[in-house]
Protein backbone atom coordinates (compact mmCIF):
# COMPACT_ATOMS: atom_id res chain seq x y z
CA UNK A 1 0.00 0.00 0.00
CA UNK A 2 3.10 2.68 0.06
CA UNK A 3 3.01 5.35 -1.95
CA UNK A 4 -1.14 5.23 -2.16
CA UNK A 5 -3.43 7.88 -3.23
CA UNK A 6 -5.86 5.50 -3.87
CA UNK A 7 -9.66 6.33 -5.04
CA UNK A 8 -13.03 3.90 -4.58
CA UNK A 9 -15.05 4.31 -7.28
CA UNK A 10 -14.85 6.97 -10.67
CA UNK A 11 -17.42 9.77 -11.99
CA UNK A 12 -19.16 6.52 -12.90
CA UNK A 13 -18.85 4.99 -9.27
CA UNK A 14 -20.27 8.46 -7.89
CA UNK A 15 -17.41 8.67 -5.19
CA UNK A 16 -13.87 8.90 -5.28
CA UNK A 17 -11.60 9.18 -1.60
CA UNK A 18 -7.80 9.34 -0.98
CA UNK A 19 -6.63 9.16 2.31
CA UNK A 20 -3.09 11.33 2.85
CA UNK A 21 0.01 9.46 3.65
CA UNK A 22 2.19 6.97 1.78
CA UNK A 23 2.27 4.30 4.71
CA UNK A 24 -0.47 4.73 6.27
CA UNK A 25 0.86 5.19 9.61
CA UNK A 26 -1.07 6.63 12.48
CA UNK A 27 1.99 6.88 14.68
CA UNK A 28 3.54 9.78 15.64
CA UNK A 29 7.34 9.73 15.08
CA UNK A 30 9.13 9.17 18.18
CA UNK A 31 12.71 10.69 19.03
CA UNK A 32 14.72 8.35 21.24
CA UNK A 33 16.05 10.50 23.12
CA UNK A 34 12.56 12.41 23.79
CA UNK A 35 11.44 8.77 25.06
CA UNK A 36 14.09 7.90 27.56
CA UNK A 37 14.09 11.91 28.82
CA UNK A 38 10.72 11.48 29.37
CA UNK A 39 11.04 7.80 30.83
CA UNK A 40 14.13 8.75 33.32
CA UNK A 41 12.06 11.57 34.86
CA UNK A 42 9.13 9.91 35.02
CA UNK A 43 11.30 7.02 37.42
CA UNK A 44 12.41 9.98 39.34
CA UNK A 45 9.30 12.12 39.63
CA UNK A 46 7.68 8.62 40.77
CA UNK A 47 9.91 7.20 42.99
CA UNK A 48 10.43 11.09 45.09
CA UNK A 49 6.57 11.15 44.94
CA UNK A 50 6.38 8.37 47.32
CA UNK A 51 8.68 9.78 49.29
CA UNK A 52 7.38 13.01 49.89
CA UNK A 53 4.12 11.23 50.82
CA UNK A 54 5.77 9.41 53.39
CA UNK A 55 7.38 12.18 54.52
CA UNK A 56 4.52 13.91 54.56
CA UNK A 57 3.13 11.34 56.79
CA UNK A 58 5.65 11.11 59.59
CA UNK A 59 6.88 14.68 59.53
CA UNK A 60 2.82 15.36 59.76
CA UNK A 61 2.90 18.03 57.22
CA UNK A 62 0.01 18.56 55.06
CA UNK A 63 2.00 20.50 52.27
CA UNK A 64 3.96 18.01 51.20
CA UNK A 65 1.48 15.62 51.14
CA UNK A 66 -0.31 17.78 48.52
CA UNK A 67 3.24 18.91 46.69
CA UNK A 68 3.36 14.80 46.57
CA UNK A 69 0.25 15.04 44.91
CA UNK A 70 1.28 17.42 42.63
CA UNK A 71 4.32 15.24 41.65
CA UNK A 72 1.91 12.38 41.32
CA UNK A 73 0.04 14.64 38.19
CA UNK A 74 3.71 15.38 36.89
CA UNK A 75 4.17 11.25 37.23
CA UNK A 76 0.95 11.02 35.03
CA UNK A 77 1.72 13.29 32.59
CA UNK A 78 5.45 12.22 31.83
CA UNK A 79 4.05 8.36 32.06
CA UNK A 80 1.10 9.47 29.28
CA UNK A 81 4.13 10.83 27.59
CA UNK A 82 6.16 7.85 27.46
CA UNK A 83 3.06 5.88 26.87
CA UNK A 84 2.40 8.15 23.29
CA UNK A 85 5.89 7.28 21.90
CA UNK A 86 5.70 3.40 23.12
CA UNK A 87 2.24 2.45 21.76
CA UNK A 88 2.57 4.47 18.98
CA UNK A 89 4.87 2.32 18.09
CA UNK A 90 2.44 -0.42 17.74
CA UNK A 91 0.75 -0.94 14.78
CA UNK A 92 -2.90 -1.84 13.82
CA UNK A 93 -4.53 -5.10 13.45
CA UNK A 94 -7.92 -5.93 12.32
CA UNK A 95 -8.99 -5.54 15.92
CA UNK A 96 -7.94 -2.06 16.26
CA UNK A 97 -7.12 -0.31 12.90
CA UNK A 98 -5.39 3.07 14.46
CA UNK A 99 -3.42 1.04 16.98
CA UNK A 100 -3.35 1.04 20.24
CA UNK A 101 -2.54 4.97 20.65
CA UNK A 102 -5.52 6.14 22.91
CA UNK A 103 -4.61 3.65 25.54
CA UNK A 104 -3.13 7.15 26.88
CA UNK A 105 -6.01 9.02 26.28
CA UNK A 106 -7.91 6.32 28.37
CA UNK A 107 -5.21 6.87 31.12
CA UNK A 108 -5.73 10.16 31.47
CA UNK A 109 -9.09 10.26 31.77
CA UNK A 110 -9.10 7.82 34.91
CA UNK A 111 -5.87 9.50 36.24
CA UNK A 112 -7.59 12.97 36.74
CA UNK A 113 -10.48 11.53 38.42
CA UNK A 114 -8.02 9.86 40.89
CA UNK A 115 -6.49 13.38 41.13
CA UNK A 116 -9.61 15.47 41.44
CA UNK A 117 -10.42 13.02 44.88
CA UNK A 118 -7.29 13.34 46.00
CA UNK A 119 -7.99 17.13 46.05
CA UNK A 120 -11.51 16.80 47.67
CA UNK A 121 -9.68 14.71 50.46
CA UNK A 122 -6.38 17.28 51.05
CA UNK A 123 -9.08 20.41 50.70
CA UNK A 124 -10.75 18.60 53.38
CA UNK A 125 -7.97 17.69 55.76
CA UNK A 126 -6.64 21.14 55.58
CA UNK A 127 -9.98 22.57 56.77
CA UNK A 128 -9.83 20.40 59.92
CA UNK A 129 -6.34 21.56 60.20
CA UNK A 130 -7.31 25.04 60.16
CA UNK A 131 -10.02 24.57 62.85
CA UNK A 132 -7.79 21.98 65.16
CA UNK A 133 -3.88 23.13 64.15
CA UNK A 134 -1.95 20.01 64.64
CA UNK A 135 1.58 20.41 64.98
CA UNK A 136 4.83 19.95 61.67
CA UNK A 137 8.20 18.55 62.31
CA UNK A 138 9.60 21.46 60.18
CA UNK A 139 12.98 19.59 60.24
CA UNK A 140 12.14 16.53 58.38
CA UNK A 141 9.42 18.72 56.00
CA UNK A 142 12.20 21.35 55.51
CA UNK A 143 14.83 18.45 53.97
CA UNK A 144 12.11 16.53 51.98
CA UNK A 145 11.11 19.91 50.46
CA UNK A 146 14.93 20.79 49.45
CA UNK A 147 15.40 17.75 47.67
CA UNK A 148 12.00 17.83 45.88
CA UNK A 149 13.25 20.90 44.75
CA UNK A 150 16.77 19.27 43.33
CA UNK A 151 14.76 16.13 41.75
CA UNK A 152 12.23 18.28 39.68
CA UNK A 153 15.29 20.56 38.96
CA UNK A 154 17.09 17.28 37.77
CA UNK A 155 13.97 16.03 35.73
CA UNK A 156 13.62 19.85 34.42
CA UNK A 157 17.12 19.78 32.89
CA UNK A 158 16.30 15.50 31.21
CA UNK A 159 13.44 17.54 29.47
CA UNK A 160 15.60 20.37 27.92
CA UNK A 161 17.95 17.52 26.29
CA UNK A 162 14.82 15.96 24.34
CA UNK A 163 13.09 18.02 22.21
CA UNK A 164 11.58 20.81 23.79
CA UNK A 165 8.95 21.59 20.72
CA UNK A 166 7.43 18.23 20.88
CA UNK A 167 4.01 18.15 22.73
CA UNK A 168 4.20 15.82 24.95
CA UNK A 169 7.67 16.81 25.93
CA UNK A 170 6.26 20.60 26.51
CA UNK A 171 3.47 19.44 28.36
CA UNK A 172 5.72 17.14 30.72
CA UNK A 173 7.80 20.54 30.95
CA UNK A 174 5.13 22.54 32.28
CA UNK A 175 4.21 19.99 34.81
CA UNK A 176 7.52 19.49 36.34
CA UNK A 177 7.87 24.10 36.64
CA UNK A 178 4.47 23.52 38.66
CA UNK A 179 5.66 21.06 40.96
CA UNK A 180 8.61 23.37 41.17
CA UNK A 181 6.42 25.98 42.99
CA UNK A 182 5.26 23.43 44.87
CA UNK A 183 8.67 22.70 46.38
CA UNK A 184 9.36 25.81 47.00
CA UNK A 185 5.84 26.54 48.90
CA UNK A 186 6.79 23.63 51.17
CA UNK A 187 10.16 24.65 51.84
CA UNK A 188 8.58 28.21 52.78
CA UNK A 189 6.32 26.66 55.46
CA UNK A 190 9.05 24.83 56.67
CA UNK A 191 11.11 27.67 57.57
CA UNK A 192 7.98 29.46 58.73
CA UNK A 193 6.87 26.90 61.42
CA UNK A 194 10.95 26.07 62.19
CA UNK A 195 11.03 29.93 63.24
CA UNK A 196 7.61 31.62 64.19
CA UNK A 197 5.86 27.69 65.08
CA UNK A 198 2.96 29.38 63.35
CA UNK A 199 1.29 25.93 62.41
CA UNK A 200 -2.05 26.86 59.69
CA UNK A 201 0.80 28.24 57.17
CA UNK A 202 1.03 24.21 56.11
CA UNK A 203 -3.00 23.99 55.81
CA UNK A 204 -2.77 27.23 53.98
CA UNK A 205 -0.47 26.30 51.67
CA UNK A 206 -1.33 23.02 51.42
CA UNK A 207 -4.97 24.36 49.97
CA UNK A 208 -2.62 26.89 47.35
CA UNK A 209 -1.06 23.83 46.07
CA UNK A 210 -4.02 21.63 46.22
CA UNK A 211 -5.35 24.57 43.46
CA UNK A 212 -2.56 23.89 41.16
CA UNK A 213 -3.34 19.95 41.31
CA UNK A 214 -6.95 20.66 40.53
CA UNK A 215 -6.05 23.14 37.21
CA UNK A 216 -3.80 20.25 35.80
CA UNK A 217 -6.34 17.55 36.78
CA UNK A 218 -8.93 19.78 34.96
CA UNK A 219 -7.46 20.26 32.14
CA UNK A 220 -6.58 16.82 31.88
CA UNK A 221 -9.86 15.42 32.61
CA UNK A 222 -11.05 18.35 30.09
CA UNK A 223 -8.93 17.16 27.11
CA UNK A 224 -8.93 13.70 27.54
CA UNK A 225 -12.95 13.63 27.53
CA UNK A 226 -13.11 15.96 24.58
CA UNK A 227 -10.58 12.93 22.28
CA UNK A 228 -13.21 10.18 23.98
CA UNK A 229 -15.86 12.05 23.01
CA UNK A 230 -14.49 12.17 19.33
CA UNK A 231 -14.66 16.17 19.85
CA UNK A 232 -13.33 18.93 17.43
CA UNK A 233 -9.51 19.28 18.64
CA UNK A 234 -8.59 23.05 19.69
CA UNK A 235 -7.64 25.32 15.98
CA UNK A 236 -9.86 23.03 14.55
CA UNK A 237 -13.36 24.43 14.12
CA UNK A 238 -15.61 22.47 11.13
CA UNK A 239 -17.00 25.26 9.92
CA UNK A 240 -13.62 27.24 9.92
CA UNK A 241 -11.88 24.51 7.90
CA UNK A 242 -14.40 24.21 5.80
CA UNK A 243 -14.63 27.94 5.00
CA UNK A 244 -10.90 27.96 4.77
CA UNK A 245 -10.74 25.05 2.50
CA UNK A 246 -13.56 26.70 0.04
CA UNK A 247 -11.43 29.84 0.04
CA UNK A 248 -7.74 28.56 -0.29
CA UNK A 249 -7.76 25.41 -2.39
CA UNK A 250 -8.61 25.58 -6.40
CA UNK A 251 -10.56 23.40 -7.95
CA UNK A 252 -13.04 23.29 -4.97
CA UNK A 253 -16.76 24.40 -5.44
CA UNK A 254 -17.89 23.28 -2.24
CA UNK A 255 -16.77 21.17 1.31
CA UNK A 256 -19.32 19.66 3.31
CA UNK A 257 -19.98 16.47 5.86
CA UNK A 258 -16.61 17.71 7.59
CA UNK A 259 -16.12 15.38 10.74
CA UNK A 260 -12.62 16.28 12.99
CA UNK A 261 -11.34 14.41 15.79
CA UNK A 262 -8.24 13.08 17.63
CA UNK A 263 -7.16 9.55 17.66
CA UNK A 264 -4.54 11.01 20.46
CA UNK A 265 -3.07 14.00 22.01
CA UNK A 266 -1.81 16.17 18.61
CA UNK A 267 -2.86 12.99 15.94
CA UNK A 268 -5.86 14.71 14.62
CA UNK A 269 -7.89 12.93 11.36
CA UNK A 270 -10.63 14.49 9.43
CA UNK A 271 -13.12 13.07 6.83
CA UNK A 272 -15.26 15.17 4.05
CA UNK A 273 -16.98 15.53 1.27
CA UNK A 274 -16.25 17.97 -1.32
CA UNK A 275 -17.68 19.06 -4.95
CA UNK A 276 -15.45 20.62 -8.08
CA UNK A 277 -15.79 22.97 -10.11
CA UNK A 278 -15.93 22.47 -13.56
CA UNK A 279 -13.15 21.40 -15.07
CA UNK A 280 -11.40 20.48 -12.21
CA UNK A 281 -8.46 17.81 -11.79
CA UNK A 282 -9.41 15.32 -8.78
CA UNK A 283 -6.26 14.26 -8.18
CA UNK A 284 -4.93 17.54 -8.01
CA UNK A 285 -7.73 18.91 -5.90
CA UNK A 286 -7.06 16.35 -3.61
CA UNK A 287 -3.57 16.81 -3.39
CA UNK A 288 -3.70 20.63 -2.56
CA UNK A 289 -6.52 19.76 0.52
CA UNK A 290 -4.68 17.05 1.89
CA UNK A 291 -1.43 19.81 1.93
CA UNK A 292 -3.76 22.59 3.31
CA UNK A 293 -4.99 20.53 5.47
CA UNK A 294 -1.38 19.83 6.69
CA UNK A 295 0.08 22.99 6.51
CA UNK A 296 -2.99 25.08 8.35
CA UNK A 297 -4.48 22.32 10.59
CA UNK A 298 -1.41 20.26 11.04
CA UNK A 299 -3.75 17.16 9.62
CA UNK A 300 -1.70 14.48 8.61
CA UNK A 301 -4.36 11.97 7.80
CA UNK A 302 -7.55 13.15 5.73
CA UNK A 303 -10.16 11.06 3.81
CA UNK A 304 -11.63 12.79 0.97
CA UNK A 305 -14.53 11.95 -1.16
CA UNK A 306 -15.86 13.63 -4.62
CA UNK A 307 -19.77 14.21 -5.08
CA UNK A 308 -19.90 13.89 -8.44
CA UNK A 309 -23.24 14.91 -8.18
CA UNK A 310 -22.74 17.74 -6.08
CA UNK A 311 -25.71 16.99 -3.55
CA UNK A 312 -25.41 18.33 -0.12
CA UNK A 313 -27.66 16.37 2.05
CA UNK A 314 -26.39 16.35 5.73
CA UNK A 315 -25.12 12.72 6.73
CA UNK A 316 -26.79 10.63 8.92
CA UNK A 317 -24.74 12.03 11.80
CA UNK A 318 -25.60 15.26 11.19
CA UNK A 319 -28.94 14.84 11.14
CA UNK A 320 -28.99 12.92 14.38
CA UNK A 321 -27.30 15.55 15.90
CA UNK A 322 -29.85 18.47 14.80
CA UNK A 323 -28.62 19.71 11.97
CA UNK A 324 -31.86 20.91 9.19
CA UNK A 325 -31.40 18.81 5.97
CA UNK A 326 -30.96 21.21 2.74
CA UNK A 327 -32.70 20.20 -0.53
CA UNK A 328 -30.17 18.89 -2.77
CA UNK A 329 -29.34 20.75 -5.86
CA UNK A 330 -31.37 19.21 -8.50
CA UNK A 331 -28.68 19.06 -11.52
CA UNK A 332 -28.75 15.82 -12.04
CA UNK A 333 -32.90 15.86 -11.35
CA UNK A 334 -31.95 14.33 -7.90
CA UNK A 335 -34.01 15.65 -5.02
CA UNK A 336 -33.74 14.50 -1.25
CA UNK A 337 -31.69 11.83 -2.16
CA UNK A 338 -30.37 10.64 1.45
CA UNK A 339 -26.31 9.95 1.21
CA UNK A 340 -25.10 7.48 3.96
CA UNK A 341 -21.76 7.78 3.04
CA UNK A 342 -21.50 4.03 2.36
CA UNK A 343 -19.63 4.25 -0.94
CA UNK A 344 -15.85 3.90 -0.37
CA UNK A 345 -16.28 1.96 2.88
CA UNK A 346 -17.36 5.02 5.16
CA UNK A 347 -20.46 4.28 6.19
CA UNK A 348 -20.71 6.12 10.06
Known sequence: MAGHDHAHGAPDGKHE????????????????????????????TFGFMIAEAAGGLISGSLALIADAGHMLTDSAALALAWAGFYFGRKSGDNKRTFGYMRFEVLAGFINALALILLVVWIAYEAVMRLLNPSSVLAGPMFLIAVLGLFVNIGVFMMLMKGDSDHVNIKGAMLHVLGDLLGSVAAIVAAIVIYFTGWMP?????????????????????????????????????????RAHLRKA????????????????????????????????????????????????????????????????????????????????????????????????????
Open 201 to 241: IDPILSLLLSALVLRSAWILLKNSLNILMEGSPHGANPETM
Open 17 to 44: HAHSGGSHSHAPSVNTNNERAVLLGFVL
Open 249 to 348: VDGVADVHHVHVWSITSGQTTATMEITLVEGADPAETQRRLKSELSAEFEIRHSTIEIDWDGHKNTCPIERQNGAKKPVASTAQGHVGHDHGHAAGGHSH
